[in-house]
Structure formats: C-alpha cells, structure tokens
C-alpha cells in the first residue's frame, strides 16, 4: 500500500523560509514523480513544481520559481519542498503528492501559516 | 500557458446526474484527471487517463473528453458526494502540471 506522510504544521515569520518533508513507502521512490501543491484557505489547489527522482531533475510553476527548492533523499524515501522569503499569502496547506500521470497518492497536508 | 476553466458551483438533486465541464484548447489531445476534495481533506482521484476509475472508485463516476471539453459525470448522486472537483492535466509543451479551478458540487 502506498503511504505519503508529511511533516507537521508550521509556523513562521514573514522573510523567513520553511522545508517540509515527505515520506513515502509501498513502492519503488524512483519510479513515481513527486509533486508540491498549495492551497491557500478556501482557494483551489495549485501546482507548485515537480522532482523525478530517478534523476533529481526538477520543474517549477512561474508564480514561485526562484523561491521554492524541490529535493529528495533517495536513500530515505524522503522528499523535501522549501519555499522561502515567505509572505503572509503563502499561508496555506502544502500537500506532497506522487503517481504516474495521473495524482493518485497523496499526503494528509501541511499547514503552514505566515505569521508576525 | 495552459489553462483550464471549470464553473464555480454546480447543484443536483440527489439521485439525479451532475455533470462538471473543463474547458482547454483542444483538450482531446491530452489525458484528463480528475480529484475530489472533501472539507478538510486531501483530494482523491476518482477518474484518470480521462475515464478511468482507479479501484475503491464507485461506477457512478465518468468521464469524458472531446474536442475543447472535458467532462465528469456523476450518476445518481447522493449527499456524500457533495464536494470540490478539479480536473487536472499535463502540458508538454511548458513542462507543467494545470489544474482547473475547481467546481463546488452542491446536492440540494
């Protein structure tokens, strides 16, 4: 069975930078994409960026390249999504998600408020 | 870049069918997906490849896609199914992962 199991809720001062993990198990890591996606309350979901693992190759949306850093440690199954220069509009709930084309798996969600 | 335009908000009565559009240039040409989301919950797929029902997904789900329309149609809906839909596709061209807006589906 596959399992994605995020990291618990943050939170954090405007400028600073938050890394949230992600663990999967249930499959081989290298053989599924790993996605980040936000979303703000009571908004829809948008598509923060992507990492294959099987290469480290990695791609982000416009409205945060430059701000979010994608990584994964393949030797724990583990994903990481850092996004920095946070602003009180990056309050949200960030999910880590994998699959093959299709989203099929995702993470219960991270909480992530901005805050001074 | 890609876009994809859903309606707000669609209501049904239980036991009647609602159907949920996406809208995209010549969508045909790309693999549809679709997620409900609950309140407080992460999404589920519920159709992939654009008619496609992963397993634990009830028949009562469908999709559909041609031309510049996507749909999801749900059959004989019952108040659990009251929830956010957003479809979801691949662009190639940028690389990128689209999501529509999402659709509010409201049973009376």
């Known amino acids: 069975e596959v399992q994605v199991v995020q990291s618990g809720a943050e939170v954090k001062k405007p400028g600073a930078t938050v890394k949230i993990s992600c663990k999967v198990s249930g499959y081989t890591f290298t053989d599924y994409y790993i996605y980040w996606v936000q979303q703000a309350p009571g908004k829809g979901l948008e598509w923060m960026g992507l990492l294959d693992p099987e290469n480290g190759e990695t791609k982000y949306a416009e409205n945060f390249q430059g701000r979010v850093t994608i990584s994964a440690d393949t030797s724990t199954d583990t994903a990481y999504m850092e996004l920095s220069s946070l602003k009180s509009e990056d309050t949200a709930m960030y999910f880590c998600a994998t699959g093959v084309g299709a989203v099929g798996y995702w993470g219960q969600g991270t909480l992530v408020t901005v805050s001074s | 870049s890609y876009v994809l335009t859903q309606p707000p908000s669609v209501s049904v009565a239980p036991g009647q069918t609602a159907r949920i559009t996406c809208g995209g240039n010549?969508?045909?040409?790309?693999?549809v997906h679709w997620y409900q989301q609950k309140p407080g919950q992460a999404p589920v797929l519920v159709v992939y490849d654009d008619s496609d029902r992963p397993s634990g997904i009830p028949e009562r789900f469908s999709g559909s896609n041609s031309g510049n329309t996507s749909t999801l149609t749900i059959s004989r809906v019952e108040a659990g199914d009251e929830a956010d839909y957003y479809c979801?596709?691949?662009?190639?061209?940028?690389?990128?992962?689209?999501f529509g807006g999402g659709t509010k589906l409201t049973v009376l």
């Open positions: 010549n969508i045909e040409s790309k693999s």
């Open positions: 979801q596709v691949w662009d190639g061209s940028s690389a990128h992962v689209v």
